[in-house]
C-alpha cells in the first residue's frame, strides 16, 4: 500500500525535532492498519516500514516497562522474530541492534514462562525473575537518543523507502 505524508507535514515536524519527524510517518502507518499490529495487517506496510513502526513500539514499550512489559503485551515475537535488529544495523543502529539479538537470546530461551498468562503480582515478579533484562534495559536508555537521530537519518536520506511525499 501506498502511504502518502505531506511534505508541509514533514518540514514543520523536522523544526520540532527527530522524534515529531519520525511520528510523521508512524502516525500515517498506523492511520492505515488500525491501532494494532496484526497477521490480517502485516501486508498493508513494507519492510522498511515495519521496522519504523517496530522502533516505535520497542521504544514505548521498553520506556514504560521494559521487556518483561512488551513481550508480555504480545510484541516479542514482532520484534524479535522478524528482521527487526537486522534492519536497525542496516540503518546505521548497530548498537541498538546488537542490543536486541541480545534480548531475544533472553527471549527465546525463556519464551514460555515470559509469555504466560499472569495475575499483576505474577507479572511484577518477573521483573525479579528476569533480572538478565536490567542491563539491556540501561543500554538501551543509553542508546535511545543516538539510535533516534540514526534512524531519522536513514528515514531521511530514503524516504521513498518509508513513504510517497505529497508537495502539498
Known amino acids: 500500500m501506498n502511504i502518502v505524508v505531506k511534505e508541509s ?74 528482521p527487526f535488529a537486522k534492519s536497525l544495523k542496516l540503518f546505521g543502529a548497530t548498537k541498538m541492534s546488537k542490543l536486541v539479538y541480545a534480548a531475544r537470546e533472553i527471549y527465546d530461551a525463556n519464551k514460555e514462562a515470559l509469555e504466560k498468562e499472569t495475575t499483576e503480582e505474577e507479572f511484577y515478579s518477573m521483573y525479579v525473575d528476569f533480572e538478565a533484562f536490567d542491563e539491556l534495559e540501561e543500554k538501551f536508555f543509553e542508546l535511545e537518543e543516538e539510535t533516534t537521530c540514526l534512524v531519522a537519518t536513514y528515514v531521511d536520506e530514503n524516504i521513498d523507502l518509508f513513504a510517497t511525499v505529497d508537495k502539498d
Do not use: C, P, W
Request: aromatic share 14%; hydrophobic share 40%; proline share 0%.
Open 9 to 82: 507535514d514533514l518540514i514543520k515536524a523536522s523544526e520540532e525535532g527527530v522524534d515529531e519527524f519520525l511520528k510523521v510517518f508512524i502516525d500515517r502507518y498506523k492511520a492505515t492498519i488500525g491501532a494494532e499490529v496484526s497477521a490480517d495487517t502485516m501486508a498493508e506496510l513494507n519492510a522498511y516500514q515495519h521496522t519504523l513502526l517496530a522502533y516505535d513500539l520497542f521504544r514505548e514499550q521498553i520506556n514504560e516497562g521494559g521487556f518483561v512489559q512488551l513481550i508480555q503485551n504480545g510484541y516479542g515475537g514482532y520484534i524479535f522474530h522478524n
